[in-house]
């Protein structure tokens, strides 16, 4: 049996999101498969010492230091598997300034935004230039905590520094009146989309996001052609920004044409929330959810593992030139070896 450890808390303004998605987690995991063991984080440092002894850490986090690639970074680091995507498609999501970025490349239709670093940037023309009302929100943050719809040029001021005071860079991002849906994704698969109306507010915060009651949530049918181009959208997305398992992709349907919002990567587990509800309606009791991605989240990093071990398996020796020891690919034939021995490139990454 498994010794399954459901990571929540942390140090994010999420911290009783993550919490709530733990307990439900904790509450479906399947005992005849799983021991689920509850693992209650406080502060970065307590991460290394509480998952000591599990074989898979369950991520219930949510924000900074659970969903930015931090966590899975340490945790590749200890050899413990995790769910979810890995190190870079966390960090993309993450930020929805280079997320937004990265999609807009790949054609994909998002609102116009502004992304500050600071209050000095603030620009009330270029803010003009988007056009009233805009959202304000943090650049890292999820939740709609700290985010305010913003009508006029009066408000704005306010509304950035209460942004700024949950995030180190704040989105200013044009306001899309629509139909609001999110697209969950398991396994490369796109699961029933569901349409979302808030019954309390003009956008959904955060009462209408975690309050029973605050929005109408409901699996629908878009027009086939309608439905094309959001799979089509949300496919695009999880592919540019290197998801796995599974994620969220949230959008606004506008005169025909889906606008991506952003990306989660550990979108929310409670029992009000999306990625269940639409896994419901494909088949899925909670309790399979979870172990799908469980299982698909082993496979990842399995797969990753192979992938390591067998760059591992080309290796390096030693051969004696002019120019001293040299380390070259041990599959390297002599005229590469020699030509390889006196060369010397920079690399370069790029993971747009």
Not at 262 to 276: A, D, I, K, Q
């Amino acid at each position: 049996m498994k010794k399954v450890g459901v990571i929540m808390g942390g140090v994010s303004s999420e911290y009783e999101v993550s919490l709530n998605t733990g307990r439900e987690m904790l509450k479906h995991l399947d005992r005849s498969k799983y021991e689920g063991v509850p693992v209650v984080i406080h502060s970065r440092e307590e991460l290394v010492d509480a998952v000591k002894g599990l074989d898979f850490a369950l991520l219930a986090l949510h924000g900074a230091y659970g969903e930015d690639g931090t966590v899975q970074g340490t945790l590749e680091t200890l050899g413990i598997p995790y769910s979810g995507s890995g190190v870079l498609a966390s960090s993309l999501c993450m930020d929805k300034h280079l997320s937004k970025t990265i999609i807009r490349s790949k054609g994909v239709h998002t609102p116009d935004w502004l992304c500050l670093g600071r209050m000095e940037d603030l620009s009330p023309e270029a803010v003009e230039a988007l056009g009233y009302p805009v959202m304000v929100k943090p650049n890292s943050g999820g939740s709609s905590i700290g985010m305010t719809k913003v009508d006029s040029s009066a408000e704005l001021r306010s509304a950035v520094e209460k942004a700024f005071a949950a995030d180190r860079s704040v989105l200013i991002e044009e306001y899309t009146e629509g139909q609001e849906i999110t697209c969950p994704i398991l396994g490369g698969t796109l699961l029933p989309i569901i349409g979302i109306r808030s019954l309390g507010a003009d956008w959904f915060d955060y009462s209408a996001k975690y309050e029973l009651g605050g929005a109408e949530e409901r699996v629908i049918q878009l027009s086939a052609e309608l439905e094309e181009q959001v799979h089509a959208a949300a496919l695009a997305c999880y592919q540019a920004l290197k998801c796995t398992v599974y994620a969220r992709v949230d959008m606004l349907v506008k005169d025909g044409i889906p606008y991506v919002l952003e990306v989660n990567t550990l979108p929310g587990m409670t029992e009000t929330s999306l990625l269940p509800r639409s896994a419901l309606a494909a088949g899925y009791t909670f309790s399979g959810l979870l172990d799908e991605i469980i299982s698909g989240s082993l496979a990842e990093r399995r797969g990753m593992e192979a992938a390591v071990e067998k760059q591992g398996l080309i290796g390096t020796r030693s051969i004696q030139g002019e120019n001293g020891n040299q380390e070259v690919q041990s599959g390297q034939g002599l005229g590469e070896t020699m030509q390889g021995a006196l060369t010397t490139k920079q690399g370069v990454v790029n993971y747009v």
